[in-house]
């Protein structure tokens, strides 16, 4: 018999991003025997009956629910674990909260800045424990980033660049809303590429480099009409297809962010750099157990960029895997935050991203898409404490 404290999960959504969370859920027990606390796969929420009800045979779920607010009224859940589109995040997030429910949300945190501030509001008031899914914080070579920077090898930091590109919305036959599209609809998802993609580039950087100020963008929507899959009709399209912006940082450096569904070629291209003083280091999604490094103290004549395999026992979370060499993948992002919920309950410290920290990240969204429509510089607003 397990003395491992349970935690109840109810997942609401089952598309690709209730997978992820339900592989992470699975798999923590095996790789990350020593928590304290284990997550149970209690129950799962979709609105079609047969859907769900696969979706729990195949993961093991105890038990289907076709209403959210089902979930979140059951005495057996202790965590709600929001997986749904955007434009539902809130109202769950805000009635989980009520319920005293735990909350892991799906990124991003909302779908503009001031249903974010109602759901930072509500869990402060329920004082429950909550998390986002920025994912590609916990990847082993982004993490080993973060602790190169904070080690200060880097020196004082000019420059950090950040892409997210993909190609899948190119052709104009691509719908917007409904089931699979609804990231293309603006009142589902509240913008395109800027809360999909580069909130995800946003949250890393200022976890990596502090607070950015303010910024400058200019979005593009290549694709003006599309086919509505709720409606049937051709409708304008309301999301930016493409956006860049540069910004500074609290810390005096220049950022600079490309992110775009156009880039033939490119299907996730999530890429960072950073340049210090001292040192430069950058990381590519699609090989991403490597983190390259430069020393500029190297040696003269060996000096140059390193490729670093992480995948070694002393680098973040590659003990608990395989044998030095070895190396895993995008799935174990989301693994190692179940891993780090289930830890924090433990230590009683918050587990980051929180609602508070998507917030931030949100302010950026915001004023970028403020300043795409202004054709002017916005402050955002954003308040960074070190994490
Ligand atoms: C969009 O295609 C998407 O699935 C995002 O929604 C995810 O957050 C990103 O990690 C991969 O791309």
Redesign the pocket.
């Known amino acids: 018999m397990s003395q491992k404290k349970e935690v109840r999960i109810g997942l609401i959504g089952t598309g690709?991003m209730g997978r992820t969370h339900s592989n992470g859920y699975k798999r923590i027990g095996d790789f990350f025997p020593d928590l304290a606390y284990r997550p149970v796969l209690k129950a799962v929420c979709a609105r079609s009956k047969d859907k769900v009800q696969a979706f729990a045979e195949q993961w093991g779920y105890e038990s289907t629910e076709t209403d959210w607010k089902a979930v979140i009224n059951r005495k057996d859940i202790d965590a709600v674990d929001i997986c749904t589109p955007n434009d539902t995040h809130a109202e769950i997030a805000i009635a989980a909260a009520a319920a005293g429910k735990m909350i892991l949300c799906e990124?991003p945190l909302s779908r503009n800045l001031a249903e974010g501030q109602k759901m930072v509001d509500a869990i402060k008031k329920a004082g429950v424990r909550n998390t986002v899914w920025y994912n590609y914080r916990r990847l082993p070579a982004v993490s080993l980033a973060k602790q190169l920077v904070d080690s200060g090898k880097l020196g004082k930091i000019y420059h950090y660049r950040a892409n997210f590109l993909?190609d899948w919305t190119i052709s104009a036959d691509v719908p917007q809303g409904g089931t699979g599209t609804w990231?293309m609809d603006v009142e589902a998802a509240g913008s395109g590429v800027t809360g999909?993609?580069l909130a995800?580039c946003i949250d890393t950087a200022m976890w990596l480099n502090g607070g950015i100020k303010d910024v400058s963008a200019v979005t593009e929507t290549f694709v003006k009409q599309r086919m509505h899959q709720l409606t049937g009709k051709v409708e304008p399209v309301g999301i930016d297809d493409a956006c860049i912006f540069h910004c500074h940082f609290d810390n005096g450096s220049l950022g600079l962010f490309e992110s775009t569904r156009y880039a033939r070629g490119h299907k996730?291209l999530y890429t960072f750099e950073i340049n210090g003083a001292n040192a430069s280091i950058r990381w590519d999604l699609h090989d991403l157990n490597r983190l390259e490094y430069f020393d500029h103290r190297d040696e003269s004549i060996v000096r140059g960029w390193r490729s670093i395999h992480v995948t070694d026992g002393d680098q973040p979370y590659m003990n608990k895997w395989w044998v030095p060499g070895l190396g895993i993948g995008y799935e174990h992002s989301f693994i190692h935050q179940a891993a780090d919920f289930m830890k924090s309950l433990e230590t009683g410290e918050p587990c980051h991203p929180t609602f508070e920290d998507a917030l931030e990240t949100q302010k950026v969204c915001e004023a970028v898409i403020d300043s795409a429509r202004s054709r002017s510089w916005k402050d955002t607003g954003v308040a960074w404490q070190e994490k």
């Open positions: 690709f990124k993909q990231r999909d993609l995800h996730a």
